[in-house]
């Protein structure tokens, strides 16, 4: 059997009330966006602005610190939650139970004012929006036939640019009042989950999974990098997302201490400028890039070629660390960005190894997603503090995108 045959959802048991693929992809669009606006919103705007407060001198150090030991959680969760949806054979309770617990994370952040409880916050943040988010990935692969998988990834993808351009506009007009703006984006997760567990029933795939011993858990939750497709996607999607957040997790600080903005502009101003045009080149090359490479049946080439554009777009603000120049770099890396992730998405879906561990392999590719994360900060701040500024930054950021690029190449079973 096929790995595309083996990835066919299973439509005996729909349910009654079946929103049909157009509705359900709206709604996956709406569950997607709300999780990005918190990870954009909190992670790039309210996050850095509450710990510059609290201590504005070590601000670069503490958000590296709270950046990775909460990408610990998010790590951690997002598969766990993945393997235990998969086990129970549904989604709707993990995608509920998680936004609801993100809310009580989210209020509980916007209440605290020292580093420590900022750090635990946003750790439970992370760990929350990651049970919220395994469940929701898993929706597409259930229910979305191979043959589409681009067209479905790419509308998905269109979460990124309007729940990015969202979060950022909402962080940037709360800045000054962050107790509201934590507890609108909790509230934005919760009605978004609302809405989609409501008018999506979830459909059973098979029966629950029987207990498996402990001593062969761990050995089955990473059987999917053995592989070799599955793992090449994996390294591939890790470095691309490793050289993007080394740079955009540290955005707001680079307009406020590397960047010349115009006379009376703030950073955080600048970032409501900047979002919408990346966010805009994103959504349209999200659209493109899943749409022609469903009409093209290739995925290798659109992943491969927007990687190592996000790789050599990063010397824009070395050579031009202007206003100007981030308007270009911005709206380069939305186009590089957008493409990579709606094409590499639709990519994975075709090289998971078994479709009734999907929620658990795809928990697992998140690792890409989330572990980068681990490092970024610590290596960002790093490289900030003692080689010299935000140059060096965007030079290694550029470097990983380059050799994320490279790591398409080996996988076989995808064109």
Not at 264 to 291: C, F, N, R, W
Not at 324 to 331: I, N, P
Request: charged share 10%; with cysteine; glycine share 10%.
């Amino acid at each position: 059997m096929t790995t595309n045959e083996l990835i066919q959802p299973h439509r005996p048991h729909a349910a009654a009330k079946d929103p049909g693929q157009r509705g359900l992809m709206l709604l996956l669009l709406v569950a997607n966006a709300s999780m990005l606006a918190v990870y954009m919103g909190v992670g790039a705007v309210l996050l850095p602005t509450q710990i510059a407060a609290i201590d504005p001198a070590n601000k670069v150090a503490i958000l590296g610190v709270v950046g990775g030991v909460s990408a610990v959680f998010a790590t951690a969760f997002n598969p766990i939650a993945g393997a235990l949806s998969d086990r129970t054979g549904r989604r709707n309770p993990w995608i509920m139970g998680g936004a609801l617990a993100s809310l009580v994370g989210l209020a509980f952040l916007g209440n605290v004012h020292t580093a420590l409880l900022v750090g635990i916050g946003w750790c439970l943040v992370q760990a929350t929006m990651n049970i919220y988010q395994a469940a929701v990935t898993a929706v597409v692969p259930d229910r979305i036939p191979a043959a589409r998988r681009g067209t479905a990834s790419a509308l998905v993808g269109l979460a990124l640019p309007v729940g990015g351009t969202v979060g950022v506009l909402i962080g940037s007009q709360t800045a000054d009042h962050l107790r509201t703006g934590y507890l609108v984006f909790g509230v934005m997760v919760a009605g978004a989950a609302l809405l989609l567990t409501t008018f999506c029933r979830d459909v059973r795939r098979t029966a629950p999974a029987p207990a498996v011993p402990r001593r062969e858990q761990l050995a089955a939750f990473l059987s999917a990098l053995s592989h070799h497709d599955f793992r090449w996607a994996f390294i591939g999607r890790a470095l691309m997302v490793l050289g993007y957040f080394s740079v955009v997790g540290y955005q707001l600080y680079i307009l406020d201490d590397h960047i010349a903005l115009p006379a009376g502009m703030k950073p955080t101003a600048a970032m409501a400028i900047l979002t919408p045009v990346s966010m805009a080149a994103m959504a349209l090359s999200t659209v493109l890039g899943g749409i022609m490479s469903d009409r093209l049946d290739r995925r290798k080439v659109f992943v491969g070629v927007s990687a190592a554009l996000a790789g050599f777009v990063m010397i824009v603000p070395v050579i031009s660390p202007t206003w100007a120049g981030m308007l270009v770099f911005s709206a380069l890396n939305g186009l590089a960005f957008g493409c990579f992730m709606a094409v590499d998405t639709a990519l994975v879906t075709l090289v998971l190894p078994r479709a009734e561990d999907a929620a658990r392999d795809m928990g697992v590719l998140n690792i890409a997603n989330a572990g980068p994360q681990i490092i970024a900060p610590f290596v960002a701040s790093v490289i900030v503090t003692t080689l010299g500024g935000y140059t060096p930054l965007f030079l290694v950021g550029g470097a990983l995108s380059l050799v994320g690029a490279l790591a398409i190449l080996p996988i076989r079973s995808v064109r």
